[in-house]
């Protein structure tokens, strides 16, 4: 019986085709899913520190003072924790390699001075809109009390 069955696989490896690829000759194309290396968009980040906090490896690291975005590749697990948790949509997975190397690096991105300005804007508004709210409720309830202008000393 067993003779059978290791006939039926000789038969069968004979006629089909081979289960590796043909490495030279072969273009080297990754298949749709694979994951490569952690891209950032630093127009779009905000440096919340959440892609910082689910890394599983600790390869990210958010410097907001600096305005700052670094990543280890050569920790980096890509399990895309990071991407999948990033509130912006900033983070993406690209399907090129880090190419090896003899040292390991990081990879430190900058935020652009348009990104901050925008970003400042954004701020003064919410806290513009959060004043106006406050004070549309202060209204509301019958203790509105107007709120004195902060008033800059003259020099």
Request: charged share 25%; aromatic share 4%; net charge positive.
């Amino acid at each position: 019986m067993a003779i059978i069955n290791f006939n039926k696989t000789v038969l069968h490896n004979l006629i089909s085709k081979p289960a590796t690829r043909l490495y030279p000759f072969e273009e080297r194309v990754y298949p749709e899913r694979t994951r490569g290396h952690v891209e950032n968009d630093m127009d779009v980040c905000v440096l919340c520190g959440l892609c910082s906090i689910k890394c599983p490896t600790h390869a990210i690291t958010v410097d907001k003072a600096a305005k700052t975005w670094s990543i280890r590749p050569m920790s980096c697990i890509q399990c895309r924790c990071c991407v999948d948790n990033c509130p912006k949509k900033c983070l993406s997975m690209a399907q090129k390699f880090q190419e090896p190397g003899p040292e390991k690096v990081t990879k430190t991105f900058h935020q652009t001075e348009k990104a901050i300005a925008a970003q400042e804007a954004l701020m003064k508004a919410a806290k513009e809109r959060a004043a106006a709210a406050a004070a549309a409720k202060a209204a509301a309830a019958g203790t509105a009390t107007p709120a004195a202008p902060v008033q800059k000393p003259t020099e």
